[in-house]
């Protein structure tokens, strides 16, 4: 019986730096990725997508669309802190629908912010997209926490300022799950509006690594496959801007 075979980390930082994009599967998240972490929280995790607030900034689609918002900072090296909590602020370069607000999002619960699931996650990407900024001292790191809602008489809008970049350095995009719904396809976009790749998270830890300097991104809009059954679609949304 021939061995798995191994995983390149050399290559996917390649890959990352010549595409400005990559999928990654659960398995491969997993089990090369995150392996000097812990998951073992990782069910009281999800679990708390069951306890996200409403996006109250969108009138129409915030009714359907759940979330939480925290900061952090990291140096390349040492602990990842917490900050005070603080807005979510975009300008309408980067998010024509909801640009120049400073968006007030209820926080990530002090429990799940401290806990081994998220805090290999945030470990992964700092060393991570530290290895491909070698200028970069410290970052600023958002994350949100996002549930979008489907129903028989409505789409679930997972991006509905379209396809945009976020204004920052690196984006990392961690499915948590995905209940009774079909489509939500993220698409990669160049500068020009061209179609770079599309893939589909569909298991739990399917990930998306963006360089989010060099390409825009979207994700379709999702339906329930069970129009009388509840539908949702749950991610984590991690985004690093250099620290000036």
Known sequence: MSAPPTF?????????????????????????????????????????WNDLAPDV???????HRRRRHAVFQARREGEIVRRPHQPHYQSLNYNA????????????RDDIAEGESLRTVLAFCRDFFSALAPQTAAWHIELHQFRIEAGPDREGQPTPEG?????????????????????????????????LGSFTLTAPLDAALVDD????????????????????????????????
Not at 30 to 45: P, V
Not at 97 to 108: A, H, K, T
Not at 231 to 236: C, E, G, N, S
């Open 8 to 48: 390149d980390h050399d290559e996917f930082a390649h890959s990352l730096r010549e595409q400005g994009f990559r999928f990654v599967d659960g398995g491969e998240m997993r089990t090369h990725l995150l392996e000097h972490g812990s998951l073992q929280d990782w069910d009281a995790f999800a679990d708390s």
């Open 57 to 63: 900034y969108l009138a129409q689609v915030g009714r």
């Open 97 to 108: 629908l909801q640009g120049d607000i400073e968006r007030w999002f209820e926080p990530v």
């Open 163 to 195: 396809v945009h970049r976020d204004g920052v350095d690196y984006v990392l995009v961690l499915l948590i799950d995905r209940h009774n719904i079909v489509s939500g396809t993220t698409t990669i976009h160049d500068r020009d509006g061209s179609l």
């Open 213 to 244: 300097a060099r390409v825009f991104h979207g994700v379709t809009a999702v339906t329930p496959q069970d129009p009388q059954r509840e539908a949702h679609r749950d991610v984590l949304v991690v985004t690093f801007k250099a620290q000036a």
